[in-house]
């Protein structure tokens, strides 16, 4: 099974600015739709961007023209770009892929959740 592997999570002010990464084992992301899902004690866990296969995005509106994904050439790895980060983003981030999508929105997931990587924005 294909393993993916968080990393870049940490802490930052309001207002700051964090890169997240998604390592695949293979070159899967030019197969596969990806997202990213992030999950508090509070909430249940929720999608917030999708990346499709064939390059689409999706975003939560809670995210919307904040987050950013994208993926490398080698289809390796793919990264959620956070900007303007608001303390309600604070969560741990997971990625997973997509069973499918619909209308660029990941549905459905093709593995066990990782680690994820722990995003905390606070002053």
């Known amino acids: 099974q294909v393993q993916l592997a968080e990393s870049g999570g940490g802490l930052v002010k309001p207002g700051g600015s964090l890169r997240l990464s998604c390592a695949a084992s293979e070159s899967i992301f030019s197969t596969y739709a990806v997202g990213w899902y992030r999950q508090t004690p509070e909430k249940q866990r929720e999608l917030v961007a999708t990346?499709?296969?064939?390059?689409?995005?999706n975003y939560a509106d809670s995210v919307k023209g904040r987050f950013t994904m994208s993926r490398d050439n080698a289809k390796t790895t793919v990264y959620l770009q956070m900007n303007s980060l608001k303390p309600e983003d604070t969560a741990v981030y997971y990625c997973n892929l997509c069973l499918t999508t619909v209308q660029a929105r990941c549905l459905g997931l093709r593995r066990s959740w990782g680690q994820g990587t722990q995003v905390t924005v606070s002053s």
């Open positions: 990346l499709t296969s064939g390059g689409s995005t």
